[in-house]
T-cell receptor, first 109, second 113 residues
C-alpha cells in the first residue's frame, strides 16, 4: 500500500528552528508537496520538490531524497503565526496525490 | 480575485436527507477535486474531475456523487446522508495535467445527526 508518515505533533520555541520529517512509500514518484494549514482554514501551498536537494524560500526550506523516500520541511526564525499543521503529500505514478495526516506544530513563546 | 468558493460554510443535516455542497472556481483550472478531512487522518479524495465533462472516483467515493457540467462548477452530492459523513469537506482545483499546486476552497463543515 501507499503510505506517508509524519510526526503527529511537534513543539518548538519562538525564534528557534524546527525540522518536520516526512517519509513515504508510494507506487512511483512525481513530486512532493508541503502545505500549511491553520486551524479551521484551508491548506495553502508552501513548497514543491521533484528533484533531490534543498529548495529555499525565505524562512522555509524543503529537502528531498528520492532514494531514501524522505523529505523534511525546515522552518527558521519561528514566529507564533507558524503554529499550524504541516501536510506532506506525494504525487504517485498515476499522478494521484497521497496525503500524510499532517504534523501539528505548536510554537511556545 | 475569488479563486475557489465553497458553500455552505457549515451545515447540520439530519441522517437520510440529501445535501449538495457547491464549489465554484474562476481560475479556469481544468482539474477539480473533493476531499474530506477527518481528525487524525490525511485528506482523503472522494471524487475528481480532470476536465469538464469527466469525473472519476477517489479513495472514498461511496455515498457521494459529483458532476462537472462546465469548467467552473463541481458540486458534491450526498444522496442520503449518514453520520459517518460528518466531516470537513474541501474542494480544490489544479491548473492542468495533475501537476502543480492545488488551490483549496475554505471548506464546508458538515454534521450529520
Amino acid at each position: 500500500g501507499q503510505n506517508i508518515d509524519q510526526p503527529t505533533e511537534m513543539t518548538a520555541t519562538e525564534g528557534a528552528i524546527v525540522q518536520i520529517n516526512c517519509t513515504y512509500q508510494t507506487s512511483g514518484f512525481n513530486g512532493l508537496f508541503w502545505y500549511q494549514q491553520h486551524a479551521g482554514e484551508a491548506p495553502t501551498f508552501l513548497s514543491y520538490n521533484v528533484l533531490d536537494g534543498l529548495e529555499e524560500k525565505g524562512r522555509f526550506s524543503s529537502f528531498l531524497s528520492r532514494s531514501k523516500g524522505y523529505s523534511y520541511l525546515l522552518l527558521k526564525e519561528l514566529q507564533m503565526k507558524d503554529s499550524a499543521s504541516y501536510l506532506c503529500a506525494v504525487t504517485d505514478s498515476n499522478y494521484q496525490l497521497i496525503w500524510g495526516a499532517g504534523t501539528k506544530l505548536i510554537i511556545k513563546p | 480575485t475569488a479563486g475557489i468558493t465553497q458553500a455552505p460554510t457549515s451545515q447540520i443535516l439530519a441522517a437520510g436527507r440529501s445535501m449538495t455542497l457547491r464549489c465554484t472556481q474562476d481560475m479556469r483550472h481544468n482539474a477539480m477535486y473533493w476531499y474530506r478531512q477527518d481528525l487524525g487522518l490525511g485528506l482523503r479524495l472522494i471524487h475528481y474531475s480532470n476536465t469538464a465533462g469527466t469525473t472519476g472516483k477517489g479513495e472514498v467515493p461511496d455515498g457521494y456523487s459529483v458532476s462537472r457540467a462546465n469548467t467552473d462548477d463541481f458540486p458534491l452530492t450526498l444522496a442520503s446522508a449518514v453520520p459517518s459523513q460528518t466531516s470537513v469537506y474541501f474542494c480544490a482545483s489544479q491548473p492542468s495535467g495533475n501537476t502543480g499546486e492545488l488551490f483549496f476552497g475554505e471548506g464546508s463543515r458538515l454534521t450529520v445527526l
